[in-house]
């Protein structure tokens, strides 16, 4: 597997072919940030199309090379919009989406809708009908309750709706405890070894109106070992085989989930794409002789690992505040608002001044948010170069899960985010206004 077992440069964290160039600013896609950052403002989202565009077509080589019937399908959960959805057509992936709201964004760009999977613990009535009206591929069903009211729905409209059944297989991908959903105790799917697993195979095969075409399972998020992944495709495809003993169950579909962990620092270790490819599909290869006639398609869902490395974040300093013996805290234009995972996980990141990126990184500093909560830290304890007011720092690997999940806590507008590619930028996203805060208000 090729772990690196020492520390990487804090720049081949940024999107691949990030440069610095001869003023000392930091160059992605071709774009000078500091021009970006003040065409713009700042907080400002960068994404870097072509490194989205590259994951893309990686998870597609290196699962399709050892497992040719592989359908990508990018979890929209990590960042969606109309541009990327665009994208992600153009690259063919299929998505999976967990609301009404990742529907319609997917459904606004004409994505095919039959390479849409439908997930969540708790879709509602209108959620379920609009999927079933606008002809989703795929309902991955998670529990008793949305398996009888999604079959009562397609036998109103007289169809047979296609489904996966999403298993909890029990097993603990030993990441942070808030994105780990394969337990036991988990919200999320039909546990295996409660049995619930399998009455829910049990029910869809003799649901009227129900196609039961496959199982899926889903462990967790920044797995950044390949066991578990092993571990529960022996689980679920042991379960599989049983089903099919008992109830002439046909696994036509085997849905792995997503979770690939990406770097995030310069020491972090994770399995590069291909070490999760070959793994899975070696071992899916090895057990699933006993479910033939055909093999099952297999289905990925990567979110992460597809737009995080893509995403920069650039933000502007100002007050800068020492405690002298104690702290430096260089306060930034945006925090927890647009990236909540610092303070939500623990997450770390690295960062730079993007205005000198060529100057050694002598101060040891802790990057401060600008909203009143202490824990409005971006990044602790990260060498700078020599900070000043105006500079901007560029913070790497923002693509995933912060844009999503930003707010307007303290009441601020949402960053702009621009796609860079080949020396040109194009807003994708506008920067919220105040008159945006209060557009949805009424005295
Ligand atoms: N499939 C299912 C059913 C999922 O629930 C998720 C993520 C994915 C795929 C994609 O997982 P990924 O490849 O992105 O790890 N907010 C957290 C991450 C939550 C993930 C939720 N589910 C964070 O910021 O780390």
């Avoid at 999976?96 to 849409?116: N, Q, R």
């Avoid at 909890?168 to 039909?190: A, L, N, V, W």
């Avoid at 101060?363 to 900070?387: F, M, Q, W, Y």
Wanted: charged share 20%; with cysteine; glycine share 8%.
């Amino acid at each position: 597997m090729s772990m690196s077992t020492k520390t990487v440069p804090k720049l081949a964290l940024f999107p691949p072919m990030t440069k610095v160039n001869k003023e000392g600013h930091l160059v992605i896609g071709g774009c000078d940030v500091v021009d970006l950052a003040e065409e713009f403002g700042t907080p400002l989202y960068i994404l870097n199309e072509s490194t989205l565009r590259h994951k893309c077509r990686e998870f597609k080589d290196e699962f399709g090379k050892y497992y040719p019937d592989t359908l990508v399908i990018y979890a929209s959960k990590a960042f969606l919009n109309q541009a990327l959805a665009l994208i992600f057509k153009e690259e063919g992936l299929g998505l999976d989406v967990v609301s009404g709201g990742e529907l319609s964004i997917a459904h606004s760009v004409d994505f095919p809708l039959d390479k849409v999977y439908c997930h969540g613990n708790n879709k509602t009535p209108e959620e379920l009908k609009l999927a079933l009206d606008w002809g989703v591929g795929r309902i991955v069903v998670d529990n008793f309750y949305e398996l009888e009211m999604l079959n009562k729905l397609a036998k109103k409209r007289g169809i047979s709706q296609n489904i996966l059944l999403r298993l909890t297989p029990g097993i603990d991908p030993h990441t942070h405890q808030y994105t780990t959903t394969g337990t036991i105790e988990s919200k999320f799917g039909f546990p295996l070894a409660t049995g619930q697993a399998e009455e829910a195979v049990n029910q869809a095969s003799s649901a009227s109106n129900l196609n039961l075409l496959g199982l899926h399972f889903h462990l967790g998020s920044q797995i950044s070992e390949i066991q578990p992944f092993e571990l529960a495709i022996e689980l679920v495809l042991g379960f599989a085989r049983q089903m099919s003993q008992k109830f002439g169950f046909h696994l036509g579909e085997f849905d792995i989930g997503g979770g690939f962990a990406v770097p995030y620092t310069v020491d972090s270790r994770v399995p590069a794409i291909a070490d999760y490819a070959k793994a899975v599909t070696s071992k899916l290869a090895g057990l699933i002789s006993g479910l033939e006639p055909s093999r099952p398609r297999l289905i990925i869902e990567p979110g992460r690992a597809i737009v995080a490395q893509a995403g920069v974040a650039l933000y502007k300093v100002g007050a800068i505040k020492e405690i002298p013996g104690i702290k430096k805290y260089v306060c930034v234009d945006g925090g927890i608002s647009d990236n909540i995972r610092p303070a939500l996980y623990g997450a770390r990141y690295e960062a730079l001044v993007a205005n000198k990126a060529l100057e050694p990184e002598r101060d040891t500093v802790t990057i401060a948010g600008k909203l009143c909560e202490s824990g409005d830290t971006l990044v602790k304890d990260v060498n700078l170069a020599a900070v000043r007011p105006a500079d901007i720092i560029a913070v790497a690997v923002c693509g995933a899960y912060s844009i999503p999940m930003s707010s307007n806590y303290n009441a601020m507008p949402r960053p702009a985010i621009v796609m860079v590619k080949e020396g040109r930028a194009r807003l994708i996203r506008r920067r919220e206004t105040y008159q945006d805060l209060m557009s949805l208000d009424s005295i």
